[in-house]
């Protein structure tokens, strides 16, 4: 038996398209409701709405009553004639994720249907190769429930006083760090407003390294002014290091530059303060900020062992930016004396002969332990023992 449904004195400009959207939804293409109703001039209103969706309907005289037969059309009828569709919300889906993302999807979300005639938005990074990394979701949602509030993960009112002396050196490091910090929110901040949203799982990534960076510098500076200090020095070297990795256009290459090697350098730092800082306000700071740059690293470490999976030839391309970089600050003078200086004496704990020496011992040896996590990041990216020795000696002398 045909359907029927009634939608008495309910006028199209109050409603009653819902009700004939709902009773066709229930029907498969091509079969028939009939609908009935009473208000004036009802069937001209359902006969324009039918034109506009695409459904064919044919005006009949029933037991003396005004029926409109409606056949259900196609999806791509009416106003969805030659839509397009956008993939699937599921990532792990086949095919859900496409090769390159079209203009036309604009801000639409991937596995919407996106009416034809949308605006088309250009987005520089639209192909999945440059930008995709198979466990950006994943990685997001771990560092989404990792989140924390400067505010009350660190105890600002532990008590302690430190020595001047002391008390620069950790102001100084901080400096450092801030600036660093700074390169390490506008490189990724950059390159988020040119990821196609259909790739919205490492735009997601990339905006809570934004957010991580922008809580790391509060915490340092906050540091810094906890006894009244203002920031230290800030090198001519160190700010032409941070300039190279701003002035890369490429995301994998910044993503190498950037996460693999020099975030990936700083969590050795991080934990190197956490082992040694003077105060329990330091040693706080740097486990949280270290657990945050390990997240960074490892989103950079998932996108670029997919993309050299891909491309294997690839690999060129990141040495050849790791030995123009080198030969970019070959006239620089690297790590800031104050800094190096700053470290030994907190890693000395005291302003002795041996204590000097045994702290100097201990930033050696945080430079080996460095350059080693460089090379294993390197070998893990397919790169030779050998060629992995090069390219972490050939990194920045300013860690970052």
């Known amino acids: 038996m045909r359907p029927t449904i009634d939608i008495e004195a309910l006028g199209f400009d109050a409603g009653a398209h819902l009700l004939v959207k709902h009773g066709l939804q229930q029907i498969a293409p091509g079969q028939e409701l009939d609908v009935t109703g009473s208000g004036a001039g009802w069937d001209g209103q359902l006969g324009a709405w039918c034109r506009s969706q695409g459904h064919p309907c044919e005006l009949l005289a029933v037991d003396g009553r005004k029926v409109v037969r409606v056949t259900r059309g196609g999806a791509s009828g009416g106003r969805w004639r030659a839509a397009l569709h956008s993939g699937h919300a599921d990532p792990r889906v086949d095919g859900a994720v496409a090769t390159q993302a079209k203009p036309e999807w604009g801000l639409a979300a991937r596995g919407a249907t996106v009416e034809a005639g949308s605006p088309a938005m250009h987005f520089r990074l639209d192909q999945k190769e440059e930008v995709w990394a198979e466990r950006a979701a994943d990685l997001y949602a771990q560092a989404a429930a990792a989140q924390w509030d400067p505010e009350t993960a660190i105890d600002w009112k532990a008590d302690f006083t430190l020595p001047d002396m002391v008390e620069d050196a950790v102001v100084q490091v901080l400096t450092y760090m801030i600036e660093n910090e700074v390169a390490a929110l506008v490189v990724p901040a950059r390159f988020l407003g ?125 040495a050849n930016a790791v030995q123009s970089r080198n030969d970019a600050l070959a006239a620089s003078s690297g790590l800031n004396e104050e800094v190096f200086d700053s470290l030994i004496l907190l890693a000395a704990g005291a302003l002795t002969p041996g204590a000097i020496a045994a702290g100097y011992l201990r930033v050696q040896q945080l430079m080996v332990d460095m350059a080693e996590g460089r090379q294993s990041r390197l070998e893990r990216l397919g790169f030779s023992k050998a060629e992995a020795q090069q390219l972490s000696a050939l990194h920045t002398r300013n860690f970052m």
């Open 194 to 318: 040119q990821v196609h949203p259909h790739y919205r799982e490492v735009q997601a990534v990339l905006a809570i390294q934004v957010a991580d960076e922008a809580r790391h510098i509060e915490v340092f500076t906050r540091r810094v002014r906890l006894k009244g200090r203002e920031p230290g020095l800030s090198t001519a070297g160190g700010q032409s290091s941070l300039k190279t990795l701003l002035d890369e256009q490429d995301f994998s290459v910044a993503e190498f530059l950037l996460s693999v090697l020099g975030e990936g350098t700083f969590v050795s730092l991080l934990h190197f303060l956490h082992a040694y800082a003077p105060d329990p306000v330091t040693r706080q700071i740097a486990r949280l900020a270290a657990r945050d740059e390990a997240r960074h690293v490892a989103f950079g470490m998932t996108h670029l062992a997919a993309r050299l999976e891909r491309e294997p030839a690839f690999r060129t391309r990141l």
